[in-house]
């Protein structure tokens, strides 16, 4: 097996681990909702929740510097500084999701996650302008253009999913309070319906940019 059969193969277990954990992640969430179980019961699913989602956001640290390693072969021209860059990036990345978890509710944790929003942004925004500069590039094919500006989507997403979350760990807190009334259990299911929404979004992005992979159309 040759480097580039070898980094697919690693592209594939990116995605499958990114999609199936998230999804594990989403039925987990859709049970917190449940009324008849005890805020404990609650709490565990969300820790459950938290462990399983460090997988697709390691997976998400590593799949653009894979991707682009393995574009080279489509035409696409990355200097070897910039490639270098990318995957020490990718490393700190990893590391400071595994710190935050580990920390979480405490300063560091929190700023970790203002600096990880904040590479969201600038993410998404270089992978716009590359995903449009690439498309005026006829040496590149289309579609991995558009995988490029969708992975400027993911970052977008990516925020909307933290941003959408915060509301759940405030009704969580609430419903510790105030106990299970109407009014807090219907603000914990619409809080969870929300990011719920965000998250579907996710795994079209994530299905449709496969599919390109795939088909290269």
């Not at 969430?29 to 399983?52: D, H, P, S, Y």
């Not at 998400?60 to 200097?79: D, I, N, Q, R, Y």
């Not at 969708?150 to 990516?158: Q, S, T, Y």
């Amino acid at each position: 097996m040759d480097n580039h059969h070898l980094l697919i193969w690693v592209h594939i277990l990116l995605f499958v681990f990114w999609l199936g954990a998230d999804v594990g992640v989403f039925s987990a969430a859709c049970w917190v909702k449940r009324r008849g179980q005890t805020f404990n019961e609650r709490m565990l699913l969300l820790k459950m929740a938290g462990i399983v989602d460090l997988a697709p956001r390691i997976c998400m640290a590593w799949m653009l510097p894979v991707g682009l390693t393995l574009a080279k072969v489509w035409g696409l021209e990355t200097s070897s500084t910039a490639m270098a860059g990318l995957w020490a990036l990718s490393v700190l990345w990893s590391i400071s999701i595994i710190v935050a978890y580990r920390n979480e509710g405490t300063p560091l944790a929190m700023a970790i996650a203002k600096s990880q929003m904040a590479l969201f942004v600038v993410g998404a925004l270089i992978a716009f302008w590359h995903g449009g500069t690439l498309l005026k590039n006829p040496d590149v094919p289309h579609w991995l253009a558009v995988k490029m500006i969708l992975f400027g989507v993911i970052f977008l997403i990516a925020i909307g999913i933290d941003l959408t979350f915060r509301p759940v760990i405030a009704n969580m807190l609430r419903l510790a309070a105030e106990g299970s009334t109407d009014a807090v259990e219907s603000a914990l299911s619409q809080s969870i319906n929300r990011c719920l929404v965000v998250v579907a979004s996710l795994y079209a992005v994530l299905l449709v940019s496969s599919f390109l992979g795939v088909t290269k159309i």
